[in-house]
């Protein structure tokens, strides 16, 4: 995982008094191709990865993950977007981020590489 996404997180549920529930992490990309996909030790089993089927599935101890596309139509307290260039440098991408961004009902991070 990245060190930035592993330092949001913690920032947010630490920080921020989040339960862990209330955070889903969106990338246009699986899980395995996200750099969500290598978390440290004391994160794996605390990110569970969501499809399409499952979203309403999470219980508070756990992260979600999710492609944008399976996360259609829903909301979470707290998106953390990743795996995205800055805001506005790629076109194809603009409408992800755009979709992405418009899901969050209390807090929004973009985590760039």
Do not use: H
């Amino acid at each position: 995982m990245n060190r930035l996404l592993k330092k949001e997180l913690r920032s947010l549920v630490d920080g921020e008094g989040f339960n862990p529930g209330d955070i889903v992490v969106l990338s246009p990309f699986a899980f395995a191709r996200s750099w969500t996909s290598s978390p440290p030790s004391e994160l794996c089993n605390s990110i569970a990865v969501l499809d399409d089927s499952s979203p309403r599935k999470l219980n508070r101890n756990t992260i979600g993950f999710a492609q944008i596309g399976d996360f259609k139509g829903l909301e979470s307290e707290v998106i953390v977007l990743v795996d995205m260039p800055r805001p506005g440098r790629s076109e194809t991408l603009r409408s992800c981020q755009y979709v992405g961004m418009s899901w969050a009902r209390a807090l929004l991070s973009m985590v760039c590489c």
